[in-house]
Nanobody, 122 residues
Framework: QVQLVESGGGSVQPGGSLKLSCAAS????????MDWYRQAPGKERDLVAS???????NYADSVKGRLTISRDNAKNTVSLQMNSLKPEDTAVYYCHAGGIRVPRMARLLERWGQGTLVTVSS
């Protein structure tokens, strides 16, 4: 069974920093893409940042220059360093992994984390 476990959410003042982490557990051969999404109250879940196994990154325009995604392929972990946080960054942040290759299964898996709340407020 592959599961994603997130950590690192919390409350911070505007301009502050937080780091989110996500670890995939289980026997995993490889993971194609690891991403962070967020969902603010009353809004849809949107992609914040993504990173491929080769290290190619993609960011939402609203977070470019402030948030940095990174991953450790050997440990199947992904992190999101969030700097210069703004009140509009307040949301539940979800880790997502796509294209997960596991033993004895031809189909690639997809998994979501349980979500971690980030609150930016003075």
């Amino acid at each position: 069974q592959v599961q994603l476990v997130e950590s690192g959410g919390g409350s911070v003042q505007p301009g502050g920093s937080l780091k989110l982490s996500c670890a995939a557990s289980g026997i995993i051969f490889s993971i194609n893409s690891m991403d962070w999404y967020r969902q603010a109250p009353g809004k849809e879940r949107d992609l914040v940042a993504s990173i491929t196994s080769a290290g190619t990154t993609n960011y939402a325009d609203s977070v470019k220059g402030r948030l940095t995604i990174s991953r450790d392929n050997a440990k199947n972990t992904v992190s999101l360093q969030m700097n210069s946080l703004k009140p509009e960054d307040t949301a539940v942040y979800y880790c997502h992994a796509g294209g997960i290759r596991v033993p004895r299964m031809a189909r690639l898996l997809e998994r979501w984390g349980q979500g971690t709340l980030v609150t930016v407020s003075s």
